[in-house]
């Protein structure tokens, strides 16, 4: 997959994007202001229309000049000013609640009130992507990073996905690994009430980050310096984190004998990061691998449409904690 941005439009804070395209921009800017600076383009819901035909007294067909509309059908447009270019990015019908990226610039700086991180355009305005960089806190020297990112897609069929994730969003691959390394993940189709619904989203997760950022940072800290002792804890936390299902000799007890192996691996030095303080012989190492074997290893991953990894990374926590009695 290429980086797949579409006429140079992206906007990033300080650090130029690894395709080396777009604007970087020195001083904070909102929503609107990278908006401009990138380079505003128009998405808009069209009535579909089709060509008359009659039947001449001979008995063969021709065009009347006239336009018949197909009730309850439409056409997404991408239409950019600059260059006078317009795509048709896919057919829906009067359920479809287009949110263009005007709206969701406008949402943003409305419900969000953060500066930009990055700002994208990718496969010719089908999908729209903004960032804004979250508290980020320091355990044990290691500095742990978190953005909050929207991607929009126009394209039929597909949904608007709020997430948080370690990845900053400059191209369509890291849009896809910042879907695989989410923390969090909100999936609203195109239907009535979606602005809403993402907005609220957005707000929350950026309020609720915010106040926790504090709290996280010591729970991770005492997590950081908290050490296993052996190889028996391991193994208890792992066979928690992943517990057995009734069926023993069934695939997915299978997929849990991978699990619980990947997680030790990684653990005892295969890990990224392993080699730190922070993670060393520590439970903040085993949250770590458990975090790490989701995002990259783990069989069926989730995607776009899925969340299932979110709920075992916060149960992963959850254990890590109360094995060090906090």
């Known amino acids: 997959m290429s980086h797949e941005i579409y006429q140079n439009r992206f906007a ?37 229309f089709y060509k008359n035909w009659a039947a001449n007294p001979d008995g063969f067909s021709q065009i009347v000049d006239s336009l018949v509309s197909v009730p309850g059908k439409y056409a997404v447009i991408g239409r950019f000013p600059d260059t006078g270019k317009t795509f048709n990015y896919g057919l829906v019908d009067e359920r479809y609640e287009l949110i263009t990226p005007e709206m969701l610039v406008k949402l943003w700086d409305t419900v969000v009130s953060a500066n930009i991180e990055t700002m994208g355009v990718l496969q010719d305005g089908k999908r729209f992507f903004v960032t804004t960089e979250l508290p980020g806190f320091d355990v044990r020297g290691d500095e742990h990073k978190n953005y909050l990112s929207i991607l929009s897609p126009h394209a039929t069929g597909q949904a608007l996905v ?3 994730s370690p990845v900053r ?11 695989e390394a989410a923390q969090q993940q909100c999936r609203v189709p195109h239907f009535k009430g979606a602005i809403n619904k993402i907005g609220g989203w957005l707000k929350e997760q950026y309020e609720s980050t915010v106040q926790r950022s504090e709290t996280l940072k010591e729970a991770m800290e005492i997590l950081a310096y908290a050490n296993v002792g052996n190889e028996a804890t391991v193994e208890k936390y792992v066979e928690n984190v ?12 299978d997929k849990v004998q991978d699990d619980r192996y990947n997680v030790t691996e990684l653990f005892n030095g295969k890990a990224r990061g392993s080699h730190t303080e922070s993670f060393r012989g520590t439970y ?3 949250y770590q691998s458990v975090v790490e074997h989701l995002d990259y290893y783990s069989k069926g991953k989730q995607t776009v449409f ?3 990894a979110a709920k075992v990374k916060e149960h992963a926590f959850s254990t890590a904690m109360k094995m060090v009695g906090a």
């Open 162 to 164: 709020g997430l948080i």
């Open 306 to 308: 899925t969340g299932a």
């Open 12 to 48: 990033g804070y300080r650090k130029p994007a690894w395709h080396r395209l777009g604007k970087v921009f020195q001083e904070p800017l909102n929503a609107i202001g990278a908006w401009e600076l990138m380079g505003p383009y128009d998405v808009s819901k069209q009535p579909l």
């Open 242 to 253: 992943f517990p057995m299902p009734k069926d023993e000799e069934s695939t997915a007890a």
């Open 284 to 286: 903040f190492g085993m």
């Open 169 to 179: 969003v400059v191209c369509a691959n890291t849009a896809q690994m910042a879907v």
